[in-house]
């Protein structure tokens, strides 16, 4: 089946780095989709990756390993705002979205 | 401008009532989507219109219908509601077809229907 795997939640500090990874099983493989998800809110896009390697933007990096089903979203410097959840998603060969659960981010001074 | 915006944001209702949610995108895409976010924060699709036809209708049961008058509207209506019916609902839009560059989903702000 296709499934997708994100830890429930991490804790960091403000001003330091942090890594959320996420593997993926899918039916075929399109793409990679980190979206951020503050509460209460809708989720809002950060980031694409189909080739292999890293992607920067910003305070924001995004990596993905095809033949690993693995990816990750490195947030640098950061800032109580980043505090959200952030999901993971994979595109499958029909190009639909298998969504993971999302990562909780806790922010602490 | 909201991109995507949706109404009402709340709901709160009786079990057995129909009620609707409205959704509207001004980003000129061809794809939308109703997604049902529930209290585990699975974001699961539950329909997926592309150019007012409908492409992808997962396991729902049939007091879900939705309705797409044109590509810039999907709204969904839901008959006889339950309790498991309480979750927040997400449109969303896309540029729909198979350029992976365009496959960018954009939500709307969600709407928190609560079945009491």
């Known amino acids: 089946g296709q499934n997708i795997d994100q830890p429930t939640e991490m804790t960091a500090t403000e001003g330091a780095i942090v890594q959320i990874n996420c593997t993926y099983q899918?039916?075929?493989?399109?793409?990679l989709f980190w979206y951020q998800q503050h509460a209460g809110e809708a989720p809002t896009f950060l980031s694409y990756?189909?080739l292999d390697g890293l992607e920067e933007k910003g305070r924001f990096s995004s990596f993905l390993s095809r033949s690993k089903g693995y990816s990750y979203l490195l947030l640098k410097e950061l800032q109580m705002k980043d505090s959200a959840s952030y999901l993971c998603?994979?595109?499958?060969?029909?190009?639909?979205?298998?969504w993971g659960a999302g990562t909780k981010l806790i922010i602490k001074p | 401008d909201t991109a995507v915006s949706q109404t009402p944001k709340y709901l709160v209702t009786q079990m057995g009532n129909d009620k609707s949610i409205k959704c509207e995108q001004n980003l000129g895409h061809d794809t939308m989507y109703w997604y049902k976010q529930d209290s585990k924060k699975f974001l699961k699709i539950m329909f997926s219109y592309n150019n007012k036809e409908l492409i992808i209708n997962e396991t729902v049961p049939n007091r879900f219908s939705p309705k797409s008058p044109d590509k810039a509207h999907l709204n969904l209506h839901i008959n006889s509601l339950e309790l498991g019916d309480s979750a927040v609902y997400f449109c969303?839009?896309?540029?729909?077809?198979?350029?992976?560059?365009?496959?960018?989903?954009?939500f709307g702000e969600g709407s928190w229907l609560t079945v009491v």
């Open positions: 899918t039916s075929g493989f399109n793409g």
């Open positions: 990756n189909v």
């Open positions: 969303a839009s896309s540029r729909g077809g198979t350029e992976l560059s365009g496959n960018t989903i954009y």
């Open positions: 998603a994979a595109m499958d060969s029909n190009y639909q979205l298998i």
